[in-house]
């Protein structure tokens, strides 16, 4: 897929997405939401991507989806038989399939985040803000409802309480709110905001093993789901199992040693271990109406 609606950039280790149509704060399409799966498609199958760092162009992050169409923006037609995708939450698609990312994603949220501008960063594992951004959940201002899984995961983001609170008002809210509702990890001035975030991608490029970034990210996700810490252990001696007999951790531990930098050798996209992904896929089928 040729981009059209975002920019692809990969430099030392860590791959830059931007949303990019400026002239309309980056408002969400279909074409950008297939574009942004593409592009973790491409960080997933690239080695020499250790981390993802997501921010809009222009003054916004994204303003939510595009409102051209006016009223029917959201009269989406029926689902075809023919089309098993036809009836699905395309803000959804694309945060289950940031979920399911092998590389960590950092939520560079430089202005503006509505709709599904907002709930787009919940499965990013870290979201830093310009003190410039604002955050809305604001789809019951528009008749809608809370989209994108966004009912999953922004409860296990904030809680409960501040995230029913923020879809039921659906205001839009500054930084200083997010940051103290745990939504976001810090507030950075506007021209600070981006190299905060590379220096987090960084630290991760710099000083740790892909494939152990790789188990550890998705099993904090997955374990949101567990009903009780026996999953854990089971999934954690498993990974230690494999990994303790890795060479990644032969030279892990010979570095402490030496006192120098680790060089790992395992690569996500050849060496995760044998049982890897653990849990069973979750095929999409519709909710009848």
Not at 138 to 166: D, H, K, N, Y
Not at 241 to 258: I, K, N, T, Y
Not at 260 to 282: I, K, L, N, S, T
Request: charged share 25%; with cysteine; glycine share 10%.
């Amino acid at each position: 897929m040729e981009f059209e609606q975002i920019t692809y950039d990969v430099a030392d280790g860590v791959a830059t997405l931007t949303l990019h149509r400026p002239e309309r704060l980056n408002a969400f399409t279909a074409r950008m939401g297939d574009e942004l799966r593409e592009a973790f498609d491409r960080t997933d199958a690239d080695d020499d991507v250790r981390a993802v760092v997501v921010t809009g162009a222009g003054r916004g992050f994204c303003a939510g989806a595009d409102l051209a169409g006016g009223g029917g923006t959201f009269a989406y037609d029926p689902a075809s038989p023919a089309d098993p995708d036809a009836h699905r939450d395309g803000g959804g698609r694309l945060t289950l399939r940031i979920f399911e990312s092998a590389k960590p994603v950092i939520g560079a949220v430089n202005g503006p985040a509505v709709g599904v501008g907002a709930t787009m960063t919940l499965p990013m594992d870290v979201r830093l803000a310009a003190d410039t951004a604002r955050f809305g959940f604001v789809f019951a201002r528009r008749g809608i409802v809370p989209e994108a899984a966004s009912s999953w995961f922004l409860p296990r983001v904030v809680g409960i309480s501040r995230a029913v609170e923020w879809a039921v008002t659906g205001r839009v809210f500054d930084a200083a709110e997010a940051l103290d509702g745990r939504l976001v990890r810090s507030v950075h001035a506007a021209d600070a905001l981006l190299p905060a975030a590379y220096a987090l991608a960084a630290e991760i490029a710099e000083n740790t093993a892909p494939v152990s970034v790789a188990l550890a990210r998705q099993t904090m996700w997955r374990m949101l789901g567990a009903d009780h810490p026996m999953e854990a252990h089971r999934v954690d001696s498993w990974a230690m199992l494999s990994r303790g007999r890795s060479a990644d951790a032969a030279e892990g531990v010979q570095a402490f040693l030496d006192k120098r930098p680790a060089q790992f050798p395992d690569r996500v996209g050849e060496d995760m271990p044998e049982g890897y992904p653990w849990w069973p896929d979750r095929p999409w089928s519709p909710l009848q109406p």
